[in-house]
């Protein structure tokens, strides 16, 4: 027997099952069953029945998020297909229930994966968080909102981001234009962050008086950074001497986070990277936190996923 969910309204049955049915698509196309809705009813059926249980427990969780006054999305529907991989689709109710800061349009910004939501704690709770994971997880985007929201709060005074230009060989005075003018196109995801929560005007007025800094890492070199929130971006790429000497420029008051994928390592061959030895030597060290993040807490597009899982499957054997 197919699993059927009845629907009270048509408001509802539309933000769950999507604009024309779209979410119904993406259920079809992420699970083996066939879905079939006439507008108040909705009918599961697979030759699994555990999927048709998967797919109508999404359906269902998504259900009470919109009833508790929620609107449902795309990302949305990921997350619970997400976490009903993980088996932890029971706690997708509970990622709605924080709220850790509004963007420039007054929309609220919250965890989409339980990985999220344990890493945005780690950082409120702890003074040096890692976020450790593949493209697409929302790292570096959670960092940037919760520094954000400090500021805001006046529980700091200022922000600091940082990422190693790697492609420039951190030689940047051979490059033409000013300081801002060399550094920005290495810098610009953590640009993207800060206009998505401060609005770029607003982002640009506090840069301009120096309460947002955004700088390569080599101008981290020789500071103590006391009442600041500072997130070192791309983190894979530094050496083992970059590195130390970032994490030792925290100051007092101060929180930091350092983000970084293991896998998108730029760096000459022989040379170690800072993050994967950072995180040997302090993962037991008193007030540091690790996250390690998984293709499960990508929160883009639903191929992006499929496309980590793909390329981690292993090398191609292919003959030149």
Same mark, same amino acid.
């Given at each position: 027997?197919p699993?059927? %969910?009845?629907?009270?309204?048509?408001?509802d049955?539309?933000?769950i099952?999507?604009?024309?049915?779209?979410?119904?698509?993406?259920?079809?196309?992420?699970?083996?069953?066939?879905?079939?809705? *006439?507008?108040?009813?909705?009918k599961?059926? !697979?030759d699994?029945?555990?999927?048709?249980?998967?797919?109508?427990?999404?359906?269902?969780?998504?259900?009470?998020?919109?009833?508790q006054?929620?609107q449902?999305?795309l990302r949305?529907?990921? !997350?619970?297909?997400?976490?009903?991989?993980?088996d932890?689709?029971?706690?997708l109710?509970?990622?709605?229930?924080?709220?850790?800061a509004?963007?420039?349009r007054?929309?609220?910004?919250? #965890?989409?994966?339980t990985?999220?939501? %344990?890493?945005?704690?780690?950082?409120k709770?702890?003074d040096?968080?890692f976020g450790? &994971?593949?493209? &697409?997880t929302?790292?570096?985007?959670?960092?940037?909102?919760i520094?954000?929201q400090?500021?805001?709060?006046?529980?700091?005074?200022?922000?600091?981001?940082t990422?190693?230009?790697?492609?420039?060989?951190?030689?940047?005075?051979?490059l033409?234009?000013?300081l801002?003018e060399?550094?920005?196109?290495?810098?610009r995801?953590?640009?993207d962050?800060?206009?998505?929560?401060?609005g770029?005007?607003?982002?640009?007025?506090?840069?301009?008086?120096?309460i947002?800094e955004?700088?390569?890492? #080599?101008?981290?070199r &020789?500071r /103590?950074?006391?009442?600041?929130?500072?997130?070192?971006?791309?983190?894979?790429?530094? /050496?083992?001497?970059?590195?130390?000497?970032?994490?030792?420029?925290?100051?007092f &008051?101060s929180?930091?986070?350092v983000?970084?994928?293991?896998?998108? %390592?730029d760096?000459?061959?022989?040379?170690?990277?800072?993050?994967?030895?950072?995180v040997?030597?302090l993962? *037991?060290?008193r007030?540091v936190? %690790?996250?390690?993040?998984? $293709?499960?807490?990508?929160?883009?597009?639903?191929?992006?996923s499929?496309?980590?899982r793909?390329?981690?499957?292993?090398?191609?054997?292919?003959? $030149?």
């Amino acid at each position: 027997m197919p699993k059927v %969910i009845h629907f009270d309204n048509l408001d509802d049955a539309q933000q769950i099952l999507g604009v024309n049915d779209s979410h119904i698509r993406v259920l079809e196309d992420e699970y083996d069953a066939e879905i079939r809705s *006439n507008g108040h009813e909705v009918k599961i059926q !697979s030759d699994n029945e555990e999927t048709e249980v998967k797919i109508y427990n999404i359906l269902m969780s998504l259900l009470r998020v919109k009833q508790q006054g929620h609107q449902v999305t795309l990302r949305d529907l990921q !997350s619970a297909i997400q976490m009903a991989e993980k088996d932890t689709l029971e706690y997708l109710e509970d990622l709605y229930k924080e709220e850790i800061a509004k963007d420039y349009r007054g929309k609220p910004v919250r #965890a989409k994966t339980t990985g999220q939501q %344990i890493y945005v704690n780690h950082i409120k709770n702890s003074d040096l968080t890692f976020g450790i &994971g593949p493209a &697409g997880t929302g790292k570096t985007f959670l960092a940037v909102v919760i520094a954000c929201q400090m500021l805001k709060d006046n529980d700091i005074k200022r922000i600091v981001l940082t990422r190693p230009a790697v492609e420039a060989g951190e030689n940047l005075g051979f490059l033409p234009g000013d300081l801002k003018e060399k550094v920005d196109p290495y810098l610009r995801p953590l640009y993207d962050g800060l206009h998505a929560i401060l609005g770029q005007e607003h982002t640009d007025r506090l840069i301009e008086r120096g309460i947002i800094e955004v700088a390569p890492l #080599a101008y981290m070199r &020789g500071r /103590t950074l006391n009442d600041a929130f500072i997130i070192l971006d791309e983190a894979q790429n530094t /050496t083992s001497m970059q590195m130390k000497m970032f994490l030792t420029r925290l100051g007092f &008051g101060s929180k930091m986070v350092v983000t970084g994928d293991e896998t998108q %390592i730029d760096l000459p061959s022989k040379t170690r990277s800072g993050l994967i030895e950072s995180v040997e030597r302090l993962r *037991n060290v008193r007030g540091v936190q %690790i996250n390690h993040f998984t $293709d499960q807490d990508v929160v883009r597009h639903p191929l992006v996923s499929r496309i980590i899982r793909a390329y981690e499957a292993g090398d191609l054997n292919v003959n $030149d």
